[in-house]
């Protein structure tokens, strides 16, 4: 027994000087280390800072940003600073599937000034370059010819409807609505995809979604449409009607009216189609996932459309989102043939998920459409769900387009 405890003891000391020499060694090994190659490279300024208990003996070499892919064109994102976790899980996302092989750049926007911690984590995230830009404050705050008074009586007595409380959301939806694309940094470029934080790209795109739509002639492609929660717009229709007899000119005259005004309801599948009150049936391109041409933002009759509903004053005396106001934009002013529906672009933003219907689709671009949250029991697409207006969009919109009318082997 005393043997055993003596020679345990033994054991202890000589597994302790042992380790005790091979840390000194790693000690005075990794202070040459430090010495040699861990000196100051001005080429890797803004790369990844490597830790000092790092076991790394590489120095990370200087990540190239250059674009790769052809297109005028780059990510946005408005976004605070305290959702850098949501920003960074989308772009982890969306660079995982797509930008790497085509380092986009992307375009940071937000009403107050992005702090360091957002600026270095965002940046080391993306594959490509990286621009933060601060909104001037008149492109964010209400005009001039917004009643202070009125805006705040109804942001009092709006607890019914979704973000009536909040005076930021009401920026930001006049905002996305008409300034994001006059912001300076914007201005070099010709297209954008929006990007919100906390969504998901649940396929590899295996192509360049800029490079389809222009060769394809779009300008505007969406993944979900839905419809409105028409609280939020009591106005809004009634105003687009004074705008269309204002100006008759401006309408396209192949444009996409019908997908906004027909209210057949025997057009989805489940359940009756919601109903509302005025012409408008409430459709809409659900704009947190956009991928579209600038112009068509800073065309003069978008413009003209834009001034008249905000100096209407819906955005801020109601609860008017970009989303409608985009879609009847386009409904109205663009030739709706231009308007693309990606199909098989996975894409989920709490609570929504939409997922390519293909088996094959859904394999070779390796998707993962495992329905979400509350819609555990629902099928892993909302295309042709009761809110979805889909359907709608096949029927009364640019039709139903089939994946191989396009040759996608070409990207
Ligand atoms: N900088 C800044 N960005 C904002 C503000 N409000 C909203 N955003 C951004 O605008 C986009 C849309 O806002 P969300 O709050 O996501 O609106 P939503 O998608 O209708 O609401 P959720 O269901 O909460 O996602 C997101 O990219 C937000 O980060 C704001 O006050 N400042
Ligand atoms: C602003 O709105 C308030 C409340 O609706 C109203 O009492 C006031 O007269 C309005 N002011 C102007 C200048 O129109
Ligand atoms: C809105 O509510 C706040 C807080 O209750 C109050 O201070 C303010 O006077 C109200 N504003 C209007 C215009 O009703
Ligand atoms: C990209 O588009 C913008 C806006 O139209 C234009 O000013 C710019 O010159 C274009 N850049 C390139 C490289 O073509
Ligand atoms: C394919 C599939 O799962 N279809 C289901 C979609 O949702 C409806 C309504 O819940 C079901 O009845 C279908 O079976
Ligand atoms: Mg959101």
Not at 2 to 9: E, G, K, N
Not at 43 to 62: E, V
């Amino acid at each position: 027994m005393t043997r055993i405890v003596t020679l345990s003891a033994t054991l202890l000391v000589v597994a302790v000087a042992i380790n005790y020499y091979l840390a000194s060694t790693y000690i005075s090994h990794g202070r040459i280390q430090k010495e040699s190659t861990y000196t100051y490279n001005p080429l890797a300024k803004g790369q990844p800072k490597l830790a000092s208990n790092s076991y790394l003996r590489k120095q990370f070499p200087p990540r190239n940003l250059e674009q790769i892919g052809k297109e005028n064109a780059t990510m946005i994102m408005l976004v605070r600073n305290g959702e850098l976790e949501g920003a960074l899980s989308s772009m982890r996302s969306l660079e995982d599937r797509f930008n790497r092989e085509y380092k986009y750049p992307w375009v940071f926007m937000n009403d107050v000034p992005f702090d360091e911690e957002f600026i270095e984590k965002t940046s080391l995230m993306a594959s490509g370059k990286t621009y933060y830009e601060l909104v001037p404050e008149e492109h964010w705050h209400p005009p001039s010819y917004i009643n202070k008074t009125k805006l705040d009586e109804n942001l009092n007595t709006s607890t019914s409807v979704l973000y009536g409380f909040s005076r930021s959301y009401r920026n930001m939806c006049h905002f996305y609505s008409g300034f994001f694309y006059k912001q300076e940094r914007l201005l070099n470029y010709e297209w954008y995809f929006r990007v919100d934080p906390d969504v998901e790209y649940m396929c590899d795109f295996q192509y360049d979604p800029f490079q389809l739509l222009r060769e394809n002639n779009k300008i505007y492609g969406f993944v979900i449409a839905l419809t409105e929660f028409e609280n939020t717009i009591p106005t809004l229709w009634q105003n687009v009607e004074a705008f269309i007899e204002k100006y008759p000119d401006l309408l396209h005259s192949n444009n996409a009216l019908d997908f906004l005004t027909t209210h057949e309801t025997s057009i989805t599948h489940y359940m009756p189609f919601t109903e509302s009150t005025t012409r408008y049936n409430l459709c809409h391109f659900w704009s947190n996932f956009e991928i579209a041409n600038l112009n068509f933002f800073r065309s003069e009759a978008y413009e003209t459309y834009f001034r008249h509903l905000s100096e209407a004053g819906g955005f801020h005396y109601e609860r008017w989102g970009d989303a409608p106001v985009h879609t009847i934009g386009l409904s109205l002013l663009a030739d709706k043939n231009q308007i693309y529906h990606f199909e098989d672009i996975g894409y989920y933003h709490v609570p929504f998920l939409a997922c390519p219907h293909s088996e094959d689709v859904i394999a070779s671009k390796r998707c993962i459409c495992r329905p979400r949250d509350a819609f555990e029991k629902m099928n892993r697409t909302i295309d042709v769900n009761a809110h979805s207006c889909l359907s709608r969009w096949w029927k009364y919109g640019a039709g139903k387009s089939f994946l191989n009318e396009a040759d996608y082997r070409r990207w």
